[in-house]
């Protein structure tokens, strides 16, 4: 094993479940892209990309105090016993990207069968039009309009 693998088996723990948990940001995540589906070894199937507004999920009172405006909520479906996933800031994509591996630039072993595409993050936004994301093939972070379709990839805090 070489210094990032090393690293990398100490950082995650894998919960047999479709999740691995990061024990340094103490965020757990789901291995699959949305769309994928985990069949207990590897990630099948294709990614489902979507706009931000299908892919959101912000209670509507945070969006409330944040922007003062009314918001539909989208609740993502339960997955491995829990129901409070959402997606991840720019920050919070970063820590799962390895620059040193390219295309997808993210452990294959951990998240495999990632697609080396851009993914939504969670708002604020940059304007009313417009919302970031993180590129899986060279860890970018750019703006998109939110009509466009985008990957997705689902966290939750532990």
């Known amino acids: 094993m070489n210094s990032t693998t090393d ?33 207990g ?4 199937g294709d990614v489902t990309e979507m706009t931000l507004d299908q892919a959101i999920w912000i209670p509507r009172t945070i ?18 016993g829990y129901n409070d996933w959402r997606l991840p800031t720019v920050d919070e994509l970063h820590t799962i990207l390895i ?5 997808p630039c993210i452990d294959a072993e951990i998240f495999p069968n990632t697609p080396a595409l851009w993914f939504w ?17 060279g860890s970018y972070v750019d703006d998109s309009y939110k009509d466009k379709h985008h990957a997705v990839r689902l966290v939750r805090k532990i």
Request: glycine content about 6%; hydrophobic content about 35%; some cysteine.
């Open 7 to 39: 690293v990398l088996v100490q950082r995650y723990q894998d919960n047999g479940n479709g999740t691995v948990t990061d024990l340094t940001t103490n965020l757990m995540w789901k291995k699959c892209s949305e769309g994928q589906v985990w069949d």
């Open 99 to 103: 620059e040193e591996v390219s295309m």
């Open 63 to 80: 969006f409330q105090k944040l922007l003062g405006v009314k918001q539909k909520s989208r609740v993502w479906p339960d997955f491995a």
């Open 41 to 44: 070894q590897t990630c099948v």
């Open 121 to 137: 993050t969670m708002p604020p936004n940059i304007d009313l039009k417009h919302a970031r994301l993180v590129s899986f093939c």
